[in-house]
């Protein structure tokens, strides 16, 4: 069983930064893809980024590539994202997962509870 903790959000003005991060327990958690999702109040959950278990390859949405990074740990158990050049579409609660399949949702297995991250116009 993996557990995921996220941590990282906030308020942020429109252009600057955040680095989110989800602690993992599990000795597990090597052999997972992990990805970020995010969920806006009235709308879908909508992927965002993810990584496979060796670090690579990544993958990311359209709406995020060039600005946001997402990277693991694995002697850490922790992934990140960092988010750069932050837009007021950005503002959701964001979600990390492990699963078998970058892009695949219904792969992943285990979800965190989120973290809200906001940005300001």
């Known amino acids: 069983q993996v557990q995921l903790v996220e941590s990282g959000g906030g308020l942020v003005q429109a252009g600057g930064s955040l680095r989110l991060s989800c602690a993992a327990s599990g000795r597990t958690f090597s052999s997972y893809v992990m990805g970020w999702f995010r969920q806006a109040p009235g709308k879908e959950r909508e992927f965002v980024a993810a990584?496979?278990?060796?670090?690579?390859?990544?993958d990311y949405a359209d709406s995020v590539k060039g600005r946001f990074t997402i990277s693991r740990d694995n002697a850490k158990n922790t992934v990140y994202l960092q988010m750069n050049v932050l837009k007021p579409e950005d503002t959701a609660v964001y979600v990390c997962a492990a699963g078998r399949a970058l892009r695949v949702v219904e792969s992943y297995e285990y979800w965190g509870q989120g973290t809200q991250v906001t940005v300001s116009s």
């Open positions: 990584i496979t278990f060796s670090g690579g390859p990544t």
